[in-house]
């Protein structure tokens, strides 16, 4: 009896990794062996920056509300302690992007967080 090797489904599987390898540099989108380990690895990093992205952003945030607070003469660590005993409600997104697009609106926020 002859062998079966299925191979609608080896085909399949294996177009499904070269279409996810399209766009790479030689080998890497055209032979199969070379473009798995290349999809794969890309999916790795993919995976990981998805979490890095929300760091980085954080950490953007964070030098956008010190560099606008050190305008007005307070460090970021004397203000968000301050914030977080006052009775406004944002979060750090929300403070960057006042400290960058309305410096006045910022500088309100600064003057009752440390009125307090």
Known sequence: ?????????????????LN????YWGRRSKVYKVAKHAVEK???????????????FRRLWITRINAAARQ?????????????????DMNRKVLADLAVHDPEAFEQVVDHVMDQ
Not at 8 to 15: F, G, L
Not at 20 to 23: F, R
């Open 20 to 23: 996810k390898a399209k766009g």
């Open 72 to 88: 007005h003469d307070v460090s970021y660590s004397q203000f968000m302690g301050q914030y977080r005993k006052s009775d406004l």
């Open 1 to 17: 009896m002859p062998r079966a090797t299925n191979n609608p489904a080896t085909r399949r599987r294996r177009k499904k990794i």
């Open 42 to 56: 890309g999916l790795q990093y993919a995976y990981r920056d998805r979490r890095q992205k929300k760091r980085r």
